[in-house]
C-alpha cells in the first residue's frame, strides 16, 4: 500500500531532496527517459528529473495527435526558457490507429496505453539505449484505477504488470505519494512558473477523454476548437478544472430555418481541491451565454451546448 503524504504534512524542500536522490539511486549511472505532456504532474517530474540527472535525462514530448491547439510547440518553448530541451515526436498516425473502430472506453485507454508505452516509448527506449522512463503518475491516478473507477494510463505495478517485461524498461513514479494539491506545492518549490505549476489538469489520454465513441482526426478537431473556447472564456477562473466533451449522437437543431442534424458539445467546469470529489461551479448565466455562443460560432456542425451539474460522485470530471 502506497502511504500518502498529504500536503498538510508536505515539507517540500525535503521531499524534493529525497526523490532526487530516489531517481539518482533507480537510474545509477545510466540514462533516462522524460515523459512530458505539459501538465503539471509531468512538468514536475521532469524537472525533478532533470535536477537528478541533467544531461543524462531525455525529455520527449510525443504528438498523438490528440492534444490541444499548438501544445507541443507552447511546452516546449516554456522548458526551453527553463533550460530544458523537449524533443517532440510525431506519431498521430500511430494513436489513430490504435483508435479506430473503438468506442469503449476502457478499450480506447487501453489502446493509448499500449501505443505510448508499447510502440512509441518502447522504441524511443530502445533506440536511446535507456533502461527507464520517468512519468508522472499521482496518488489519485492509482486509486481511481485500483478502485475500477477508470483505467489510468499510467498505472501498471499495482494491477499486476512489470513494465519491465510488459514494455522493455522500469518506470520511476517521483509523484506517486502525493495528490494534486501536494504536486502543485512542489513545482512551486522547484521554481517552475506558475503558468505551469498552477496550470488545470489534463488528462493522459488527452483529447481523447473528451470524445464520446469512437476517436477520430475529425472528431477530434470539432473537440479542439470547443477546447479552445472554452479555455479563452474560463482562463484564469480560480476553479479547478473546465472542459468541452463531444458527444457521440447527433442531436436535432435548426440552421437557415431548415432541420439540422448537428453535434452537441457538454462543457464541464468544476471546484475541488484533489479530484476525488468535485462540485460543478455555479458559472454566472451571461458566462455560460458567451461560452455557447463562441463554441455555436467557431466550432462547425454544433447544434446544442449543455453543461454539466452533477456532482463527482456519481459524475467524473473527465467523460470517459
Known sequence: MIREIAVKELDPARFIDEQVAAVKAAVGDGAAINALSGGVDSSVVTMLGHRALGSRLRTIFVQNGIMREGEPERVAALFRKLGVEVGIVDAADEFFA???GLADPEEKREAITQTFYK??????VRESGAKHLLQGTILTDVDETVAGIKRQHNVFEQLGIDPEKAFGYKIVEPLIRLRKDGVRVVGRALGLPEELFARIPFPGPALAARVIGEVT???VALV???TSVVERILGGMPVFQYMAILHEDR???MRDGKRDYGHQIEIRCWDSVDARAASPTKLPWDTLERLSAGILREVPGVVSVTYNIAPKPPSTIEAI
Open 224 to 226: 479542439r476548437k470547443a
Open 98 to 100: 490504435a483508435l479506430r
Open 251 to 253: 442531436v436535432t437543431g
Open 217 to 219: 482526426p475529425e472528431r
Open 119 to 124: 510502440k512509441v516509448f518502447g522504441r524511443i
